[in-house]
């Protein structure tokens, strides 16, 4: 089955500071892929689509500036969480598809505390 | 926007029961997955099932794209089936929408 690597599982970082969150395809090609965040006992809200070698798209209400995202390659795409904050700190997870491919595979998640 | 309901919220099963979970969405869709998110974190892929019935071992799914409901069955659930079930539709355009999820705890 396809396998989306998530880097890294979990992370603490100091108020202020920016966070870079990986996401890989490491066994397909994935034209694009998702960011998701999700709270405590909450579902999963898309937070924007990453297309490879163009802009991503940002779900309303999410703030282009504070999450970063970068997909540079067909099996890379990063969330960097600029100035972040202790508001920020939640649960993200990437997911992909195969190019022309129906099916989401999802990475494990990255657990980020801002203290 | 597209709405996803799950039901039930919550259950709790004893180790050996059946249980039903429900998805109701309120606009057609291309797509539909079931989910396991287990206690780390990790969402398992259950089933892709846009239309018709799957099995796999223990769990099976149907879904009724007219009638806009998918159905997930668990059969002589295991403690290790534990964990949030959520079902996701695509409506179009690759977003994947998800329910609010069905929290299981199976008791030993």
């Known amino acids: 089955g396809a396998v989306v690597s998530q880097h890294p599982s979990w992370v603490i970082c100091k108020s202020g500071t920016s966070v870079k969150i990986e996401c890989r395809s490491l066994d397909f090609q994935a034209t694009t892929m998702f960011w998701y965040r999700q709270f405590p006992k909450q579902s999963l809200m898309l937070m924007a689509t990453s297309n490879e070698g163009s802009k991503a798209t940002y779900e309303q209400g999410v703030e282009k500036d504070k999450f970063l995202i970068n997909h540079a390659s067909l099996t890379l795409s990063t969330l960097t969480v600029t100035s972040a904050h202790p508001e920020d700190s939640s649960f993200y997870i990437c997911?992909?598809?195969?190019?022309?491919?129906?099916?989401?595979?999802f990475g494990q998640g990255t657990r980020l505390t801002v203290v | 926007g597209i709405q996803v309901e799950q039901s039930p919220p919550d259950l709790i099963l004893q180790e050996g029961a059946n249980s039903t979970l429900r998805c109701n969405f309120s606009d057609s869709v291309n797509n539909l997955q079931w989910f396991h998110q287990n206690p780390w974190g990790q969402l398992i892929n259950l089933f892709y099932i846009p239309s018709g019935t799957k099995q796999n071992g223990r769990l099976s799914a149907t879904t009724v794209a007219t009638e806009r409901y998918s159905l997930l069955y668990i059969s002589s659930s295991q403690t290790t089936d534990s964990g949030v079930y959520f079902c996701a539709v695509e409506p179009g355009g690759f977003k994947t929408i998800f329910g609010a999820g069905t929290r299981l705890f199976v008791k030993a």
């Open positions: 997911s992909a598809r195969y190019t022309g491919g129906t099916e989401a595979f």
